[in-house]
């Protein structure tokens, strides 16, 4: 069955270490995307990418970074920059990059909890 | 800019009862609405959308109306089951260049109680 992987989907960390959460994908998808999920704030993006080699900075890309080296991947590194990494991690991808008609599919999502 | 509000929560329903989620939204031009729903400790799943006004998507029992008269898209279903609880996101998207353009709600969550 086709879909997005995230893992891990529990991580903890310590402050002033650098963790990377892994998104893959298998449905052949150009767009994918990063948010950031708060209680009572809805999803705000950090990064996006619609092709391979390329990545554009969202709403709140302020202590991450992204690579997307393959088409399947698109993995995030929260940085010890990031002052407030505590959060709910969504990956999610589309099919072309512009459309407004096509749908996002979600992957289950990496709880990150810093100590 | 761009934005979409929808009716806060969290809203605590019994089994059987109605359901609506207001979702209003400010857009120019002419977006696609959608609503997502999440269920607990999972990523959101596509639950219904609508691309041009009047349009009516539906899915599992829900139903939302693209009103570009009011700007709205709210969420319905007749009869809700405790399968239900889970929160209500309700999105916008245009067309347009660059990938940021998909707008969520700040979601709504929704207990039923048996």
């Known amino acids: 069955d086709g879909g997005i992987t995230q893992s891990p989907k529990y991580l903890f960390r310590k402050e002033g270490q650098n963790v990377t959460l892994s998104c893959e994908q298998n449905l052949n998808h150009d767009a994918m995307y990063w948010y950031r999920q708060d209680p009572g704030q809805g999803l705000r993006l950090i990064y996006y990418s619609q092709i391979v080699n390329d990545f554009q900075k969202g709403d709140i890309a302020e202590g991450y970074s992204v690579s997307r080296e393959k088409k399947e991947s698109f993995p995030l590194t929260v940085t010890s920059a990031q002052k407030n990494p505590t959060a709910f991690y969504l990956c999610?991808?589309?099919?072309?990059?512009?459309?407004?008609?096509?749908?996002?599919?979600f992957g289950a999502g990496s709880r990150l909890t810093v100590l | 800019g761009d934005s979409v509000t929808q009716m806060e929560g969290p809203v605590t329903l019994s089994e059987e009862a109605f359901l609506t989620i207001n979702c209003t939204y400010t857009a120019t031009g002419y977006p696609s609405l959608f609503w997502y729903v999440q269920y607990p400790g999972e990523g959101l799943q596509l639950l219904l959308k609508a691309t041009k006004a009047d349009d009516k998507g539906s899915n599992k029992g829900f139903e939302a109306t693209y009103r570009k008269e009011t700007t709205s898209f709210h969420l319905e279903k007749g009869s809700v089951q405790v399968s239900d609880s889970a929160v209500y996101f309700c999105?916008?998207?245009?067309?347009?260049?660059?990938?940021?353009?998909?707008?969520f709600g700040t979601g709504t969550r929704l207990t039923v109680i048996p």
């Open positions: 999610a991808s589309s099919m072309g990059r512009t459309s407004g008609a096509n749908v996002l599919t």
């Open positions: 999105a916008l998207r245009k067309g347009q260049t660059g990938a940021n353009n998909l707008f």
